[in-house]
């Protein structure tokens, strides 16, 4: 039989709140406070709606950072290099958006579902627009900015898009990346394109290229 060895039995020892005997985890009160974040609904629209950006203390946004928000602008600053996965996706109400000058990494459906926004204006430093980043957006001009790839479905079901003006330094388009664009009938495509994905055009009525 092993060996156990026990202290002094003293009152303390099997008192609950008494620092001593008390549990390490609720110190002795029977019950933990901590935050629920479920229970303060659109706290960084509330933020912002007071003149308080958190994107400034970031240089990624993460993840579902507004998703679903009733927000309308978005500016986002300079010190954010990479927009996380649905970030902004389903803002409904979202119609502009301003982006850094610094931004390299837009992941996917960072804003898949903002059917309000309709002028997209990507800035020069970008590198990688993941799979289906504007998907289901209400984009109706769209110049494409100057990077090798546009991935899977990136812009597909853009409904009001009419006119791709393609990038000098694209090599490749990914599959679906314009599929379900109906109203699509302006492609400006450039020499350098090397590969176009299957069902890239797929649904879409080009007139001209």
Avoid: H, W
């Avoid at 003293?10 to 479920?38: H, M, T, W």
């Avoid at 629209?45 to 950072?65: A, C, K, Q, R």
């Avoid at 791709?164 to 109906?182: D, E, I, Q």
């Amino acid at each position: 039989m092993a060996k156990m060895e026990l202290e002094e039995l003293e009152p303390r020892v099997f008192s609950f709140n008494a620092p001593y005997g008390a549990c390490p985890d609720c110190k002795g009160l029977g019950l933990q406070y901590k935050i629920d974040v479920d229970l303060v609904p659109e706290f960084t629209s509330l933020m912002l709606s007071i003149g308080v950006n958190p994107l400034d203390y970031m240089t990624e946004i993460p993840d579902d950072y507004l998703f679903g928000s009733p927000v309308s602008t978005v500016t986002i600053p300079n010190n954010i290099t990479s927009i996380g996965v649905d970030a902004f996706g389903e803002m409904t109400k979202l119609s502009k958006i301003q982006f850094p000058n610094n931004l390299k990494t837009i992941k996917m459906y960072a804003f898949a579902g903002c059917k309000s926004l309709t002028a997209l204006q990507l800035p020069t430093s970008l590198e990688v627009v993941s799979n289906y980043a504007f998907a289901d957006c209400g984009i109706t001009t769209l110049q494409l900015p100057d990077i090798e790839k546009i991935a899977k479905g990136c812009f597909e079901l853009n409904y009001d898009l009419t006119t791709v003006v393609f990038s000098p330094n694209t090599k490749f388009l990914g599959p679906y990346a314009f599929n379900g664009c109906r109203n699509l009938s302006d492609v400006r495509l450039n020499e350098g394109l090397e590969e176009i994905g299957a069902y890239a055009f797929s649904e879409c009525y080009v007139k001209s290229s």
